[in-house]
């Protein structure tokens, strides 16, 4: 595991449930820092209860270390405090609300205003020139890919050390999902950690070093993105 200096996150033996449905066994998962690390794998693998265990939004047991600290479970402010910022499947903005204010939203810790906050902001807006145009109107009134740019772009206003994405391109067109991809690669060249769900599983390869194949709630693969070389070989790997 290059780059980096040491492992960012850890998971250890998570597991959740929903009801009498086990989605996650004992997940074993580790991330240096700087990495963009896949998780991927067919509908019901379990990636997305992953994500929302980390994040403190699952009834898991296991533990997860942040930076070699134990996070709590069911506590996802304390979990976002550390630094660990999920963008959820669907995108979670505020429809009635403007760019502006999901923005703004995003930025909660530091008050949303402020020097910092206005740092924060300009690099988004950067970032994704088409929310500088519709800071005014209402979110849920853009395309799904306005909307996919701006809850990545929210979710940057927390500066977050960690990066967790669930299907981000999700309904969208190839054009913007690639526009939005190659920003989050753009990002993790800059040096912020990332994880990243997605069914889309070559775009994901292109930009992660490391992969898991996840299958029925666990892990059933961790890989080299580079010893992938063709979708015969992927899919050798989802048969595993």
Avoid: C, W
């Avoid at 896949?38 to 209860?49: D, E, F, Q, R």
């Avoid at 699952?58 to 069911?74: D, I, K």
Wanted: hydrophobic fraction near 45%; glycine fraction near 12%; proline fraction near 5%.
């Amino acid at each position: 595991m290059t780059p980096g200096s040491g492992t960012i996150l850890e998971t250890q033996g998570l597991s959740a449930r929903y009801g009498e449905v086990e989605a996650l066994r004992a997940v074993d998962i580790a991330v240096t820092e700087g990495e963009l690390v896949a998780v991927l794998g067919p509908n019901g693998a379990g990636k997305s209860t992953l994500l929302r265990s980390i994040m403190g939004l699952t009834n898991a047991r296991g533990t997860v270390r942040f930076r070699g600290r134990t996070l709590p479970s069911r506590d996802p402010v304390a979990v976002a405090r550390h630094g660990i910022v999920l963008v959820p499947e669907g995108r979670g903005i505020f429809g009635p609300m403007s760019v502006a204010e999901n923005l703004q939203l995003g930025a909660y810790q530091i008050g949303g205003r402020g020097v910092e906050f206005e740092r924060r902001r300009t690099r988004v807006l950067t970032l994704f020139p088409r929310l500088k145009e519709r800071l005014g109107q209402a979110a849920g009134s853009m395309s799904g890919g306005e909307q996919q740019m701006l809850a990545v772009g929210r979710a940057l206003m927390a500066d977050p050390q960690l990066l967790l994405l669930d299907e981000p391109s999700l309904g969208l067109a190839p054009r913007v999902t690639a526009e939005i991809l190659e920003t989050l690669g753009q990002l993790n060249r800059e040096g912020l950690s990332v994880v990243l769900v997605e069914q889309k599983a070559p775009l994901a390869l292109k930009l992660a070093r490391r992969a898991y194949i996840m299958a029925n709630g666990h892990v059933t693969a961790a890989v080299d993105t580079a010893e992938i070389k063709s979708h015969e070989e992927l899919a050798r790997f989802y048969l595993a």
